[in-house]
């Protein structure tokens, strides 16, 4: 008897070592979880207490009513279930972006998504957003928001972003604040359109004076207002071409509210409804003057590589005094749509063109509407199929030879020189390519030369308008005729150009990379911690093993052990809470 309970106590010891070998691994684990959780609870305690002037409300409570708050202050917020729409939009997205270690977004990654969003649902250039020339992490997204919103609601939000990040519901609230702050915006301005007809915005107006209004709604969306307030309809259309198809374009809408509404007059909400409609609405509606620039382009002769030589981009504008393709050398240095690797013959990179700051439609205080991105339809069916941020070029490659765009043809078969590239910028991170850096990006550019545009490295170009640029440079955007002539009278290149290879190493990525872990899951600061921390468990154990060793002998020379007996049980006492403790944090984490 005596021989199966020592034994038993030897098998008990065993078992202890098995089981400690795996807890080791997992108690730094737990110590850390519990060291955060602590530090949080202090600091909500803390702010908690701070003392707050009267009227205003303390971090606690914005945290507890922030939808509630955005949605009373910012009724469009929830108005035909936007935040629901913008989720939904923002997921694929969100999905392949690089998360930090809460599984959330950062600010660079937020800024990227917001700008992205917007680009694509509406044309829109929230400014604040945009890079501009810059890294993504130059500025907050939530910084977007600062004299727009109560300074405790921008507060929460950097808060909250630069403390455990942005979850897909967060970022879909910003993205409607944003929204919301736009939609305002537009609401002033139809309140001076009102105010120019004089008409008062209290009375239901008929379809003639809607209309009306509405001409002066866009006349102050798409010039400045000294000049809305004074131009004609037939100067209009001189001015802007396609006036007599936008004002087609607002009466659709306006139609279309009247249907839904079953209204035969307007109020001034109903005519709110049209304009956020027509906001909406425009960036896409316009965007088929930029398709139409696009293949102007494209038929000057861009050999397939998106590039037209300066001096056929200045033949429009010398022989036909047409009022278009004029921008100066410098200027479209400046923009980033112009490609002089070769000095003697620089070639406008249609992409980067279309989209530049010199073809937005419309410029309000908070964004602009200019040309889409066609990159933007290409890299959401990559992101989607991929979900993730990273890939193996391998896969990249399978689903780009099957993805047509509107001027590549699908499937194909990838050039050597594509696929080499590809290798190139995933060798950069250990053999997968990150899918929002800079690399990737270029190579996009390399795959889809009339759609993705050229990612220039960060401070190299410095986007601005026409006017942006006249009061910093003090002279025209456009290029004097004698320019023109200088440019045209250029030999042409001998050699032509059968596949475009514009590349540079540089890489730039939205988070800093982090480096993959070894065979084991483990990076080698981590095993070699892991072994030192093994070691201390494996020794507490063997201490405490010598517990019941010491009871076996007092059972065998018939001694009196209850002393004994106390300091075993408080010995053994820590073996299974702590396992518990495990138990839990790892079904917590299998959940994530």
């Not at 620089?346 to 602009?368: F, R």
């Not at 065998?556 to 049980?569: P, Y």
Request: charged share 25%; net charge negative.
């Amino acid at each position: 008897s005596v021989s199966f309970h020592s034994f038993h106590l030897l098998f008990c010891c065993f078992t202890f070592f098995q089981t400690w070998k795996n807890m080791a691994m997992k108690v730094v684990s737990f110590l850390f979880v519990a060291s955060d959780l602590i530090t949080s609870a202090q600091s909500r305690a803390f702010r908690n207490q701070e003392a707050t002037a009267p009227g205003m409300m303390n971090s606690a409570e914005v945290k507890k009513t922030l939808l509630q708050e955005i949605e009373d202050n910012f009724a469009s917020v929830g108005k035909r279930g936007r935040l629901a729409r913008l989720e939904v939009a923002l997921k694929p997205l969100f999905d392949t972006l690089p998360k930090n270690e809460h599984g959330n977004l950062g600010h660079s990654p937020v800024r990227y998504a917001l700008h992205r969003i917007f680009v694509q649902r509406h044309g829109w250039y929230i400014k604040g957003l945009e890079p501009d020339g810059d890294a993504w992490n130059t500025t907050s997204p939530a910084g977007v928001l600062k004299d727009r919103v109560s300074s405790y609601v921008e507060e929460l939000f950097e808060e909250r972003l630069g403390g455990r990040g942005f979850n897909l519901h967060d970022t879909a609230v910003l993205a409607a604040t944003l929204e919301h702050l736009i939609h305002d915006e537009n609401k002033n301005r139809l309140s001076k359109a009102y105010e120019a007809g004089k008409i008062s915005p209290l009375v239901t107006i008929n379809r003639g004076q809607a209309d009306a209004i509405l001409d002066t709604y866009m006349k102050l969306h798409l010039l400045s207002e000294d000049l809305a307030n004074k131009v004609t309809d037939k100067e209009m259309n001189q001015i802007f071409p396609g006036w007599g198809q936008t004002q087609q374009f607002v009466r659709e809408i306006r139609s279309e509210i009247e249907r839904s509404t079953k209204v035969s007059k307007l109020s001034f909400e109903g005519m709110t409804t049209v304009v956020e409609e027509v906001g909406e609405r425009f960036g896409h509606f316009q965007d088929a003057e930029c398709g139409a620039m696009k293949t102007k382009l494209i038929s000057m002769g861009d050999g397939g590589i998106g590039r037209v030589p300066l001096a056929d981009f200045y033949k429009t504008s010398m022989n036909d005094d047409a009022f278009e393709f004029q921008e100066s050398e410098s200027y479209l240095r400046e923009l980033g749509a112009l490609d002089d690797t070769d000095p003697s013959h620089p070639s406008v990179i249609i992409p980067n063109y279309i989209q530049s700051s010199t073809n937005c439609i419309a410029s309000e205080s908070l964004y602009s509407v200019c040309c889409l991105n066609e990159c933007e339809q290409l890299m959401s069916h990559l992101e989607k199929e991929i979900d993730a941020p990273e890939a193996e070029p391998s896969r990249i490659a399978a689903i780009v030879a099957s993805l047509p765009s509107s001027t590549v043809e699908a499937p194909r078969a990838l050039s050597s020189t594509l696929l080499g590239r590809l290798d190139e910028a995933a060798a950069v991170h250990g053999g997968t390519v990150q899918l929002h850096g800079r690399l990737f990006g270029q190579w996009m550019h390399n795959a889809f030369p009339r759609e993705c545009p050229f990612p220039h490295v960060s401070g190299a170009t410095n986007p601005q308008t026409p006017d942006e640029w006249m009061s910093e440079k003090g002279q025209e955007s456009f290029a004097s005729k004698s320019e023109m002539r200088k440019y045209a009278e250029m030999p042409k290149p001998t050699t032509e150009i059968q596949e475009l290879d514009h590349w540079t190493t540089e890489e730039e990525l939205l988070v800093p990379f982090a480096a993959k872990p070894d065979k084991e899951g483990r990076s080698t600061l981590w095993f070699v911690f892991s072994v030192v921390m093994l070691s201390a468990a494996l020794i507490s154990v063997a201490s405490r093993a010598a517990a019941p060793i010491k009871t076996a002998k007092a059972a065998l020379t018939g001694a009196s052990f209850s002393g004994d007996m106390k300091q075993i049980k408080s010995e053994m006492s820590w073996a299974e809470p702590v396992q518990s403790s495990m138990m839990r944090l790892r079904s917590r984490g299998d959940r994530r």
